[in-house]
């Protein structure tokens, strides 16, 4: 049975109108432009680079790269084949879901861009603020508008940072780029502490939603864990405050050296009661009035969004409990890769993008194609991107994921291991960007092979690997329980090992270095020894991350190199 929706508005996303067509097509005209003039040699390479990061193109290795924004994560159906023919047609094949819950495509080229632009035009997608110095695809939660925790759908204000930040006049070029993220809940489960503002809702003691308002956070060259500025921002003022942490960031920002631009660096040199204060005095004296959500404002978004006409659940989640009692596979599967919802018969279902041996994040055109007949089937024509490079059905009722699990099996994307060991976060890494130092994929597929075993994975428990091939840390290893670094060891790849961080626990913490660079196979047999060692070293009960704290890095550095 079809539960597409019965609203005319597509579920989950927001509804662009013919302004917001209009501008995007003038911006493909204007590219197609800008590529015809450096194609002829009437714009140089020097002179062509900020027009073409202005639209999500990066120059790498061997081709050019497209990165596609997909703000706040959430795609339907339609946009999604969009982004299969795209793969199909101008690509190999394949895309690359990213830590900025967008996509990228890795082998464009340059004369293909103006064509690729009008076709998600003509989806109402685009890759504006993808790149350059400016603020980037605002990330929100995954299970947004659906969560049974949430206390608001961040979606809304996710759409109204979006609307603000687009071509911010004042903010377009900032001294490095600038990342936001909103979680609807009090649970973080979008990493808020490691960006420049993470947003964090929970409720006031009025009863209404009120924001925690992080700043400074950041990985790459200088990992620093966000600090709170404040812990009760209302509703109505989340611009207006938003719009003061910029201008003192865009006003006494580093420009002379790109390594310490980021405003995580501006935090600590000024100290957080000096920042604060030239927030605040920023916030008071603007006109309050012009950037004030009042809730009309709010509510006008909030109905730019189609809202799921959900089924009368019956006896779904009777039906559901028998086949979780005759499938020991299935079973482990629901508990893995769902999520409570509000709705009651319904879950979300995190489909893992990880398959053994598999490249994390990559996803095929057909798979695209399946992904979006099944937001079709099963969850109202919608799908949502998460920054852990996974996908996401965000309403399915409970008696239709036996189907859906046996269709995901079929097609290499039913595997159990959301939140273990093999749902493994990593950056293209060496194989495709001209930053790094090292492959992050060779690695990342060894280490999945390694601990296949579902009941392993089972054994091990929660744990978060996550790899980047250069310091610039596109895939947060610093944030990863278990984390690996690429480097140059004397013109060879190499890998370090961080153990400690996290990004979605109340203690959020950075990985420790915890020792000197090895090989690739080297690197696989000592995080091997290091799991054996948590294995043979907790208490009952105890998680990775707990372990590794009660415990400290020792124990583990010991193993990692027992052999080395």
Request: with cysteine.
């Amino acid at each position: 049975m079809s539960h597409a929706p019965h609203s005319p508005l597509p579920v989950g996303h927001y509804a662009y109108d013919e302004v917001d067509r209009t501008f995007l097509k003038q911006r493909v005209a204007q590219f197609r432009d800008q590529v015809e003039r450096r194609i002829s040699g009437a714009l140089t390479e020097e002179e062509f680079k900020p027009l073409r990061l202005m639209n999500g193109l990066y120059l790498q290795l061997h081709a050019y790269m497209l990165r596609v924004a997909i703000p706040y994560g959430i795609l339907n159906s339609g946009q999604m084949r969009t982004l299969a023919q795209i793969a199909q047609r101008y690509d190999r094949d394949y895309g690359h879901f990213t830590t900025r819950q967008n996509i990228q495509f890795n082998w464009i080229r340059l004369e293909d861009t103006p064509d690729i632009l009008a076709l998600l035009a003509d989806a109402d997608m685009h890759a504006i603020q993808t790149s350059g110095n400016c603020i980037r695809n605002v990330t929100a939660d995954q299970f947004a508008g659906a969560a049974a925790d949430e206390v608001l759908d961040p979606r809304v204000h996710a759409e109204i940072l979006r609307q603000w930040s687009t071509l911010h006049p004042e903010f377009t070029f900032l001294p490095r780029k600038f990342k936001i993220a909103i979680s609807g809940s009090p649970q973080d489960r979008v990493a808020a502490r490691f960006h420049d503002i993470g947003l964090m809702a929970r409720n006031g003691e009025n009863g209404r939603p009120v924001f925690e308002v992080y700043v400074g956070g950041g990985l790459g060259r200088t990992p620093i864990v966000g600090v709170k500025l404040r812990d009760d921002l209302p509703e109505e003022d989340l611009i207006a405050y938003l719009e003061a942490i910029l201008r003192v960031y865009n006003e006494f920002g580093r420009r002379d050296n790109i390594y310490k631009a980021r405003i995580k660096i501006l935090v600590q040199a000024l100290g957080v009661d000096e920042f604060r204060d030239r927030v605040n005095s920023e916030f008071v004296a603007m006109d309050r009035a012009r950037y004030r959500l009042d809730e009309g404002i709010v509510a006008a978004i909030r109905a730019r969004f189609g809202v799921p006409d959900f089924d009368p659940a019956g006896q779904a989640a009777e039906k559901l409990a028998q086949q979780r009692k005759a499938d020991r596979a299935f079973d482990f599967w629901v508990r893995t890769n769902t999520h409570a919802h509000k709705q009651p018969g319904y879950v979300s279902v995190t489909i893992s993008c990880k398959p053994a041996g598999g490249i994390p994040g990559d996803v095929t055109s057909s798979q695209m194609n399946l992904l979006a007949d099944l937001a079709d089937q099963l969850s109202f024509g919608e799908l949502r991107i998460t920054h852990l490079q996974n996908v996401v059905l965000g309403h399915v009722r409970q008696d239709k994921l036996y189907g859906l699990w046996q269709t995901l099996e079929q097609n290499g994307l039913g595997t159990a291991n959301v939140g273990f060991i093999t749902d493994i976060v990593a950056c293209p890494g060496l194989d495709y960007c001209a930053l790094a130092n090292a492959r992050s994929i060779p690695i990342a597929q060894k280490l999945s092979e390694r601990f296949a075993s579902p009941d392993l994975q089972r054994e091990i428990g929660p744990l978060r690997l996550n790899i980047s091939g250069c310091i610039n840390a596109c895939g947060h290893h610093h944030a990863g329980h278990i984390g690996i670094l690429g480097v140059d060891k004397r013109g060879e790849e190499a890998f370090q090992i961080t153990l400690g961080g996290a990004a979605d626990q109340d203690t959020v913490s950075i990985g420790q270095i915890i020792g000197a660079a090895m090989s690739e196979d080297e690197t696989v047999d000592a995080i091997a020894r290091i799991i054996d060692t948590y294995l043979a070293r907790r208490t009952a009960g105890e998680q990775f991350i707990e372990t590794c704290r009660r415990l400290g890095t020792a124990p583990f550095k010991d193993a990692a190199y027992a052999t080395a």
